[in-house]
């Protein structure tokens, strides 16, 4: 990867860099981080993963809409170059990030707000210098990546923490009383602020939206002291609407009825998408819609899914690390399946058996959301309402 980027001429390596590590609450974080970094006049590139309806949404600036026709036209010019190096040795993911820090160089960006994909020490992201560091939250995921407790992932997630630079940590770190691995990072240690006020359209997001909300504004403001601009923010949803907002507690409303819609793909956020729908709706139980792709802990979103509801009602999707089969879902996990081999062969059972708000919940991955949003017709994600995160849908008959 680093080969690679020195070949290309580093791209985007002058323009000032935050990179957001962590288990979970990456993308909200980083997108409430952009907001207010646009919203003090600059010129912000964003870098998130993965995408809900189109691939464009993981390339983003702050004041251009980013379309597929620029994006493939510099892809083939970054895979012409690197033919002669190691273009073939690049994951997807080195790949896509290269292509990110080429587009934002060539759109002079002011300033990029930079998602980890996976861990941190070792991510394509992490061939970046960044000026602030943020690790939102630390939990157990890609146990066989990042290694088996919570100390070794914190340590790998740490990995983007630079000496001298701030770094700022979410709650996770004191809950597991793990402060003292950031101190050996070297960097000016920041914790999460619990008492900071927030805009309307964060609040009425829940509990742990606000939290990412939060290390987001105040992540900015550590972006700018370390610039040496007035560190003010605010958080004003404006004329910048971060795609990486999608697919968090979405409700895809048909009639009287709705679907509660979240992206969370492994079990700490399947505990956070179960508080929100409870805080919302009461302690009911009510179906829950599932896909999980097959190489992430499957038993553990669906125990988490199972606690809330029993039977689950699962569906596959076109992604090929999709579960397939009920015999294959069947050999991951043992409890209790009602199968459906599509979203539309599942609502084509379950139609008129929902009623009232609230009336299912949808998760397990950005896939699940996605197949649920296409079917009822959404054509890209500026069809969500960011708002009110609702996607008003005209009621689809089988």
Known sequence: MVAAYEFLGSPSSTIPVMLVGGTNGKGSTAAVASIALSNRGLRVGLYTSPHLLSFAERIAVSDHQTTMKELMSLYNAIEAKLQALNWDQLTFFEATTLLALSYFEAQRCDVLIIEVGLGGRLDATNILSPLVSIVTSIDLDHLEWLGPTIEHIAREKLGIARPHRPLLLGEGFSIHGIEHLAECTQAQIHYASRDRALPAWVETRGLTFSANARLGLQGAELMLKTMGIPAKVEGALGGFLPPSLAGRTTEILFQESSLFC???????????????????????????????????????????????????????????????????????????????????????????????????????????????????????????????????????QP
């Open 262 to 396: 979240d992206i969370s793909h492994n079990p700490a956020g399947i505990k956070a998408l179960k508080f929100e729908f409870v805080r919302r709706y009461g302690a009911k139980r009510v179906p829950v819609f599932v896909s999980v792709l097959r190489d992430k802990d499957v038993a553990g979103i669906l125990d988490e899914f199972a606690s809330f509801h029993e039977p689950l009602v699962f569906f596959s999707t076109a992604s090929p690390r999709s579960i397939k089969s009920k015999s294959e879902l069947s050999s991951l996990w043992p409890g209790q399946i009602e199968w459906y081999d599509s979203f539309q062969d599942l609502w084509n059972c379950w139609s008129f058996r929902l009623s009232g708000r609230g009336s299912a919940i949808i998760g397990g991955s950005f896939t699940a959301v996605a197949a649920a949003m296409e079917f009822f017709g959404a054509k890209d994600i500026y069809d969500i309402d960011f708002h009110t995160m609702e996607f008003k849908s005209f009621w689809r």
